[in-house]
């Protein structure tokens, strides 16, 4: 079993009001023992972020005094001359492990990033992958995370409220083609949506359902999960989706 969260922003003034604000949620997903926990995209006032380091040290002060992995969003980053938007990952000896960089650049995105190239696998509790919001469109990115071995999908967002709908969709979609739990976790403000949502599958004769939790205002969510029940259902749906040309 391993226990697994999402925390839904607000607007914050500061940088340092935000992390504030949420480094007391992961101190208490942390006495609880969760051991992974995802936040948005973009959830910050300052999104352009120079020095992961810096910018989370409180976050990785917690990871570290927990033993927990924690995915603090998704970021503007410069990676040499490229502008790209990248994922960190806080790993439980409260460094910073590597990053996810987004693939699919959404509307104006497209005019000023570098999109990523790889679909990453990273291992701290469980083996896990990170789908950054738009990257949740295009089923090859869960795909690939999932046949490189991830158990779970996180997924840090910033979805208007008018997308929560088909937002919603993708990720049950994404979820049931790959028999894997995915996490998203959105902002809720004027703009964004909220309602970020965890997706467990349980099977009811023979057919896979999606059961969901989801998070209205600010606020965490967690749950336990048993992994290795997902992998003969995957397997099969693997196998099964092989016998074409």
């Not at 104006?108 to 992958?129: H, L, M, Q």
């Not at 083609?177 to 964004?192: D, F, G």
Request: charged share 30%.
């Amino acid at each position: 079993m391993v226990k697994v969260g999402i925390i839904q922003t607000k607007t914050y003034r500061t940088n340092k009001e935000a992390i504030s604000r949420i480094s007391k949620f992961l101190e208490i997903l942390g006495k609880g023992k969760t051991k992974i926990v995802c936040l948005p995209e973009q959830w910050l006032k300052n999104n352009e972020i120079n020095d992961f380091d810096f910018e989370f040290l409180e976050f990785k002060e917690i990871a570290k005094k927990y033993q927990m992995t924690i995915i603090p969003g998704a970021f503007y980053k410069k990676i040499k001359k490229d502008l790209t938007i990248s994922s960190p990952i806080i790993g439980p000896n409260g460094k910073i492990i590597g990053n996810q960089q987004k693939i699919h650049p959404f509307d104006y995105e497209k005019n000023i990033i570098t999109p990523g190239k790889d679909a990453k696998v990273f291992k701290t509790s469980c083996k896990f992958g990170v789908v950054i919001c738009y990257d949740m469109v295009f089923p090859r990115v869960c795909e690939t995370m999932v046949k490189k071995g991830a158990q779970i999908l996180f997924s840090p967002s910033r979805i208007v409220k008018r997308g929560i709908g088909p937002w919603h969709t993708y990720l049950k979609a994404r979820s049931l083609e790959n028999r894997t739990p995915i996490l998203a976790a959105n902002v809720k403000n004027k703009k964004y949506g909220g309602a970020s949502l965890i997706i467990d599958l349980f099977e009811n004769n023979k057919v896979v359902l999606p059961k969901t939790i989801v998070i209205k205002e600010e606020g965490y969510a967690v749950k336990n999960f048993n992994l290795s029940k997902f992998e003969k259902n995957r397997e099969v749906r693997f196998s099964d989706a092989q016998k074409f040309n």
